[in-house]
């Protein structure tokens, strides 16, 4: 029988997982398929956002002999496993979950029996941690083959459906929603020729898939671009600036009319999708990582670009990943020169997976630069003069104050970066290809791009190996906080 | 600013038997330390001072930089980067004067490191910073 319970539906309740915790979950759930009922209690962060709630598996209570009752084919959690799992929510922080599986030529909606199953384990863990979401996720093959799954969450005393999950590599059919988008024929053609390489199946992801761009400047506007063309339904646009005539270079949609007028980067990105796709919904935000309203709208996503040259913005890139579970491809671009030559044309690609190396991991930051980048212009000010004062002393200013060069940059390298950054994006969504690489540096004016992956090995005591999934809950481990003199990101 | 990973690094502190505490300031959130030893005692000066750090933003991307003394400290001359002010701000009530200190910008110490440093570790180098009296 179906479940009685009075689930709501009227809160964007979004699942995230990843790798390796979710690969270890769903074999547990499925320990017993395809005849019998299998699980596991888990652990998610979560994060409140206007309309929702972000969940994320952080860690698995991985069963132990005598945990599970396996002579009934229903789960069914032994008493011991209960007080264990009541234990660690008392000294944790995280929301409690029941994952199980239902068996094959079963749908994965909660039965009566999953009902008396998630009231009490509800009751009981609201006992104890009464401010914490309970999160009940039941998966299943259907009859395509498709993991397909339901979940509900019992929350300041309702229950509310999961409406999304965002899984790394994995697409999960939610059962009970329309998880595939249906193109309109004009759509449907506009995309034609990817619809062909990449099939119907692709078309219909990239319509229901949300992709945050943090920066739309140089790199940023072309992966936008390649991104509305592709069918992309959602696109999260973040960028802190304003145009200025130097960008129009760079900047995939602007236009010489648009020099004076102050109009933030991420406007000029809205404009230029919705004449590419106006079926594409677009959000657009004057501000920065790791702001709280920017964090809000990003970990709704199924993918993130990092397309600034701030380091800064990089940690908290990293972060994201990280404590929220959001795939992250980062790029940027390097271009040197001497004798009158251009010597490097270097573009960079990083994928930041959850379980990836972080930034820090990869020596991809320079301290340094990050804490001037974060200064107030005051504080600056006052580097800046104590740095010229001890230069007049014939002192090293360093310790005060280091310019840090303009990067130099030019179009065709920002594009050929951005574009990359979209494809894999594209392959990710669709599930057709996968960035074959941690962290690609290729230089375009040497022999065979002079392609290497530069992966580093992550270090065991890093915040990054800890916090993954823990989401607020994990603020204590965060990279980076917004620095306080900044102004509040806008939704324009 | 992670107040709660300041708080743990705080935490620490106490358990090693040192105060300090999150306070407010006119330049913004700071650290402040109490009663740290110096070896001024030789020389008729404190043998003991509060020393008050800046939370700086963004923190822990950003490095922990710089230590002031009340701005009438007797100390300030004759520590290092005392007599080259980084500014002066108010908080507590007293008046505070920051000093040219800079630990993990090739100051000495190591590299600034976010996962391994903190207000926990800097107060090591507040130590040596106040045991290092020159004339």
Not at chain 1, 350 to 371: E, F, G, H, K, W
Not at chain 2, 102 to 121: I, K, R, S, V, Y
Request: net charge negative.
């Amino acid at each position: 029988m179906n479940s009685e319970l009075k689930i709501r539906s009227d809160l964007d309740v979004l699942v995230r997982a990843a790798s390796p915790e979710v690969d270890d979950l769903l074999d547990l759930a499925f320990r017993r398929y395809p005849d019998d009922e299998s699980g596991s209690f888990a652990w998610f962060g979560w994060r409140e956002t206007p309309g929702g709630i972000v969940l994320t598996l952080a860690s698995i209570e991985t069963p132990r002999s005598g945990d599970l009752d396996d002579t009934v084919p229903n789960i069914c959690f032994l008493p011991p496993s209960i007080r264990r799992a009541v234990k660690a929510a008392q000294e944790g922080r995280l929301a409690a979950a029941v994952v199980h599986s239902h068996p094959a030529e079963c749908h994965t909606g909660a039965s009566i029996i999953d009902d008396d199953m998630d009231t009490y384990f509800a009751d009981l863990f609201a006992g104890y941690t009464p401010d914490r979401p309970y999160v009940s996720l039941i998966f299943a093959h259907n009859a395509s083959g498709q993991l397909s799954g339901t979940g509900r969450i019992f929350w300041r005393g309702e229950w509310h459906a999961v409406r999304r999950f965002a899984v790394e590599r994995k697409s999960v059919y939610l059962e009970g929603y329309s998880s595939s988008v249906r193109l309109s024929a004009h759509a449907a053609e506009r995309i034609a020729r990817l619809r062909s390489a990449f099939g119907e199946e692709s078309a219909s992801r990239l319509a229901g898939a949300t992709v945050a761009v943090i920066g739309a400047s140089g790199t940023g506007s072309p992966a936008i671009e390649a991104l509305a063309r592709a069918g992309v339904g959602h696109l999260i646009i973040v960028d802190p600036d304003v145009f200025a005539a130097s960008n129009l270079e760079r900047v995939h949609g602007s236009w010489d009319a648009d020099v004076g007028t102050a109009i933030p980067k991420a406007e000029i990105a809205r404009r230029h999708i919705q004449a590419i796709n106006p079926d594409c919904q677009v959000t657009a935000i004057l501000g920065a990582l790791p702001q709280p309203e920017v964090i809000d709208a990003v970990a709704t996503a199924n993918v993130v670009l990092g397309c600034t040259d701030q380091h800064y913005s990089r940690v908290a890139l990293s972060d994201l990943a990280v404590r929220y579970l959001v795939p992250v491809i980062d790029c940027g671009v390097q271009l040197e020169g001497g004798g009158g030559n251009v010597t490097a044309q270097v573009v960079q690609l990083v994928r930041l997976l959850p379980a990836d190396p972080c930034v820090y991991c990869q020596d991809m930051v320079s301290n340094q630069r990050v804490q001037q980048e974060l200064m107030s212009p005051a504080e600056r000010a006052q580097r800046m003069t104590a740095a010229e004062q001890a230069a007049e002393r014939g002192e090293a200013g360093d310790a005060y104050w280091q310019e840090l060069p303009q990067l130099n940059t030019v179009g065709y390298l920002t594009t050929t970066a951005g574009a990359m950054a979209a494809g894999y994006a594209i392959g990710w969504i669709t599930g057709r290809f996968d960035p074959p690489f941690l962290r690609l540096q290729m230089d375009l004016g040497a022999p065979l791009f002079g392609v290497v992956d530069a992966r580093k090995q992550p270090r065991a005591e890093c915040a990054c190996r800890r916090a993954r999934g823990t989401a607020d809950q994990g603020g204590v481990d965060a990279f980076i906080w917004p620095a306080a003199h900044w102004s509040p990101a806008v939704i324009l | 600013m992670s107040r709660e990973r300041i708080e743990r690094e705080l935490a620490v502190l106490h358990e090693g038997g040192l105060e300090a505490a999150l306070v407010s300031s006119s330049r913004g959130d700071c650290v402040l330390y109490r009663n740290l030893p110096t070896r001024g005692a030789k020389r008729n000066l404190p043998s003991v001072a509060d020393v008050i750090v800046p939370v700086p933003s963004g923190y822990p991307a950003a490095a922990i930089d710089l230590a002031g003394l009340t701005a009438n400290s007797a100390l300030l001359p004759h520590l290092v980067g005392g007599t080259n002010s980084q500014g002066t701000f108010v908080a507590e009530g007293q008046t505070w004067q920051l000093a040219s200190y800079h630990p993990h910008g090739n100051g000495g110490g190591p590299p600034w490191d976010p996962m391994q440093c903190g207000f926990h570790t800097y107060v090591d180098h507040l130590l040596a910073w106040l045991a290092r009296l020159n004339q």
